[in-house]
């Protein structure tokens, strides 16, 4: 029985990543019925919003999807697809595992990090309020009259909440996938001694999950330090667990130390239902070039075949990609060292699957 799986291209690199991961995951023998779902501004003129119902419809239908990057208009324009998505669904989890492969250009060996991102809450959460509208008077106004803190006219606010429910299931997550993929520590990042009551409630949280799992050791790191600690030595760290905002940012980090955005899956969890996207975004400059790295994609593949417990078609879909990467012959520009060793996004597709067929 084929695997029903929503396909979502996405824009901009979109849809080259996400065609090269749908080669690779059909030569692992492993069949798939594709649901294809567009979002993005393309649609906004036929459905009067980036992100039609159907495209839920279909990830709640199914369960799984793979989806390309889709690009969000900066300042102004709808807000992110990404984040209603992840909202809508209820995608608590954002899962972005970073691990040097033999033969990536990067500073570091060894570095085999899992980022645990909060997706649903903190400065995300989409509660704004915008300078000189009657909103952000009275949120003025009742500041002023409840804290006594004078906030200057003309401000705006984006919130940031922080829930006991929402910090609890987070690490508790990252505790039980530290268990189910045999990891040794959680670390928690937080920024409690100034954000006391939204941080310090991630952190209460965080030290009272971890006395239920005994057998991982957990430590907390303010981010700053953490940021600091990353690129000094992050053989050290093994799974992070973080709120929304600082999970955002580490993770790019976490990308940079491991060879770049070329090389960075992810997924977004929930409690039911999974969706499996590359870290980047959409790189409108490189679209229809077929230069872009494919890998951080397929990656994504693999973790999603994890997801469907097909363990085996993943581990050798994971060999094969780092054979490529090893062998650096069949690689995209940012895995060389001269753009002229460079090839485009489908012969690394070509390449992977070589390799899987000569397994
Ligand atoms: P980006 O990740 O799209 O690109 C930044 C740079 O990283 C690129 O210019 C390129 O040099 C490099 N890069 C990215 N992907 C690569 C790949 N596969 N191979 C090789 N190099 C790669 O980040 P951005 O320019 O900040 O964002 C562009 C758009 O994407 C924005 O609209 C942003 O909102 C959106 N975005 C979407 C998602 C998502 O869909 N989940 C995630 C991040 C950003």
Redesign the pocket.
């Known amino acids: 029985m084929p695997y029903n799986v929503t396909l979502i291209p996405?824009d901009?690199?979109g849809p080259e990543?996400t065609e090269a991961t749908k080669r690779v995951l059909e030569a692992t023998g492993i069949t798939f019925h594709w649901d294809l779902a567009y979002a993005g501004a393309d649609v906004l003129d036929k459905y009067g919003t980036p992100l039609p119902d159907y495209v839920l419809e279909s990830i709640r239908k199914n369960k799984v999807a793979l989806?390309g990057?889709?690009?969000?208009?900066?300042g102004t324009g709808f807000r992110?697809v990404?984040v209603a998505l992840r909202q809508g669904l209820d995608l608590y989890a954002c899962v972005r595992p970073c691990k040097t492969y033999p033969g990536v250009p990067s500073l570091y060996r060894n570095v085999d990090i899992v980022i645990i991102r909060e997706n649903t809450e903190d400065l995300y959460a989409g509660i704004e309020f915008e300078k000189g509208t009657p909103e952000a008077a009275r949120l003025i106004k009742l500041i002023s009259e409840t804290k006594g803190n004078v906030v200057r006219d003309d401000s705006s606010f984006s919130l940031k909440m922080i829930s006991e429910t929402g910090s609890r299931r987070i690490v508790k997550f990252a505790f039980e996938y530290a268990h189910a993929y045999r990891r040794k520590k959680v670390t928690a990042i937080h920024k409690a001694n100034i954000m006391k009551f939204s941080d310090g409630l991630f952190l209460a949280i965080a030290r009272e999950v971890a006395k239920e799992y005994p057998a991982l050791e957990f430590e907390d790191r303010l981010v700053d330090n953490m940021t600091m600690q990353l690129v000094r030595r992050p053989q050290q760290f093994d799974i992070v667990v973080a709120p929304n905002l600082y999970g955002d940012i580490v993770s790019d980090l976490c990308a940079g130390l491991v060879g770049?955005?070329?090389v960075a899956p992810g997924a977004n969890i929930g409690d039911d239902m999974a969706v499996f996207?590359?870290?980047?975004?959409?790189?409108?400059?490189?679209t229809g070039q077929n230069k872009?790295?494919?890998m951080?994609a397929m990656l994504s593949g693999v973790m999603m075949l994890r997801h469907l417990g097909e363990v085996e078609a993943a581990d050798r879909l994971e060999k094969a990609i780092a054979e490529v990467i090893a062998e650096g012959k069949n690689v995209?520009?940012?895995l060389t060292l001269a753009d002229s060793q460079a090839v485009g996004t489908s012969q690394v597709a070509d390449a992977v699957i070589e390799k899987l067929e000569e397994t």
């Open positions: 996405g901009g690199i990543v989806k990057p889709i690009t969000t208009p900066v992110s990404n770049g955005l070329g996207e590359p870290t980047h975004g959409s790189a409108p400059k490189y872009v790295n494919p951080s995209t520009y940012d």
